[in-house]
């Protein structure tokens, strides 16, 4: 009989709802626990009160609980250097980590590296350049050679918030400036990435490697503005869909060869040790695919479509990536398609309230309810965040799964509650 694994999961939104549910629901899952976790984590195991970037807590955690396992979600402990905390202590070396090490996530973490890294493997992206405050006046005049719109992409991790996408060069000068002069996104935006403006549709493509073999997980698209028709400001993500038409086998394969091949390959060829997932954001710009950025984790609110449509054991994808024997997995993936519909609190992304009461979610059928900015307070569920919800329904076509998804946002109640009801309409076109 297979051994049982304790395993720790780090993090605290949508995404660790999914990846929780994907771990518990497997046999050889004995115990799990979720640092810090919500109340929809709950469900599935134990949530514990530590930071994913206390490493030191997470140390005395993981030998006082015997975790066999612990699998990253969000991309702050990555960038942080977690997988290189644990491979250097030798109480913990022998825990496999699912994540990349903090070179591996310099892939997120700066998005210089990962257009310097682009540029020296030919992966296909849009030009740029980078600048500091010591060359301001090159910044200008490189924005002078490009059209509108103009991209401003803050090098570091500003939280979702580091990407400005202007129609007007004096307002992209001004905003240049205030990057990298005053400081608006703090030590974030101390280099700047100015880039040529991709136009075409966007869509979010998933790879699990153990540096060395890969599978290409299935597809999706989000919805990242607040309101309906994508107008009004960025978001951590309003819903999703998944699979994408307009993915097809023969546009998957040129990102395959184009673009996942070299960059697994680039890595092993620059001694970076990758293992975990990459999150490529594409842009298919008249059938062909360019690369917008790298993400060194899975998406939010991607993950709550994409894992509910994988049917392989989780947690033996993960121990096979741990072991470098990916290769010997078969990836089995439902072929119904999913739709996420999220629910946010009032005034998000902007100002929120948080702690109200969150009813009826147990009224919804089979849409299944991921817990993103959620706090159990006695025996309710209170908001806790901008994200609240992400609802998430299979079906044959995607109009039942939207339908299902928007009916259980219909039927879920919290003061200030707010959906868009425009997910995936734009795919519905395309069908």
């Known amino acids: 009989m297979l051994e049982k694994l304790n395993i720790l999961l780090l993090g605290s939104g949508g995404r660790e709802h999914a990846f929780a549910r994907s771990l518990a629901m497997s046999p050889r899952c004995s115990q799990l626990f979720i640092a810090p976790g919500n109340a929809g984590t709950a469900q599935h195991g134990t949530n514990v009160d530590v930071s994913p970037n206390d490493f030191p807590a997470l140390k005395i955690f ?118 990298l002069g005053d400081s608006k996104f703090g030590k974030a935006g101390e280099k700047v990435v100015i880039e040529e403006f991709l136009s075409g549709i966007e869509v979010s493509v998933f790879v699990l490697t153990d540096g060395v073999n890969y599978k290409i997980l299935p597809e999706a698209k989000d919805y990242k503005r607040i309101g309906d028709g994508d107008k009004g400001l960025n978001t951590g993500g309003m819903g999703a869909v998944s699979p994408v038409p307009f993915a097809d086998e023969r546009f998957m394969r040129k990102v395959e060869e184009r673009i996942v091949k070299p960059t697994i390959a680039g890595l092993a060829a620059e001694k970076i040790d990758y293992i975990g997932f990459i999150f490529i954001g594409l842009m298919n710009v008249a059938g062909e695919p360019l690369v917008i950025e790298y993400n060194c984790r899975m998406g939010d609110p991607e993950t709550e479509a994409v894992l509910p449509r994988i049917q392989t054991d989780f947690v033996e994808l993960m121990e096979a990536v741990a072991e470098r024997k990916l290769d010997e997995v078969q990836l089995q993936i439902d072929s119904r398609i999913a739709a996420t519909v999220v629910m946010v609190s009032g005034g998000y992304p902007g100002n929120y309230e948080k702690g109200f009461s969150i009813t009826n979610l147990d009224k919804v059928g089979d849409t299944l309810v991921f817990h993103a900015g959620t706090a159990q307070q006695g025996k309710n569920v209170i908001t806790n965040g901008g994200r609240v919800l992400a609802l998430t329904s299979l079906a044959e076509t995607l109009e039942a799964a939207l339908e299902k998804s928007y009916a259980a946002a219909k039927t879920i109640n919290f003061d200030y509650a707010y959906y868009r009801k425009d997910i995936g309409q734009d795919l519905l076109l395309m069908i």
Do not use: C, W
């Open 62 to 179: 993981v030998l006082e609980n015997e975790i066999d396992m612990v699998v990253v979600g969000p991309e702050d402990p990555l960038v942080n250097g977690v997988v290189d905390f644990f491979a250097e202590d030798p109480q913990l070396k022998h825990i496999p980590v699912i994540g990349p090490s903090k070179a591996g996530a310099q892939l997120e973490g700066s998005k210089d590296f990962s257009k310097a890294f682009m540029k020296r493997h030919h992966i296909p992206t849009a030009g740029y350049d980078t600048f500091t405050f010591s060359k301001l006046e090159e910044g200008y005049k490189f924005l002078g050679t490009l059209t509108a719109p103009y991209v401003l992409k803050a090098d570091g991790l500003a939280a979702g918030k580091g990407v400005l996408i202007l129609d007007n060069l004096e307002e992209a000068k001004q905003e240049l400036k205030a990057m």
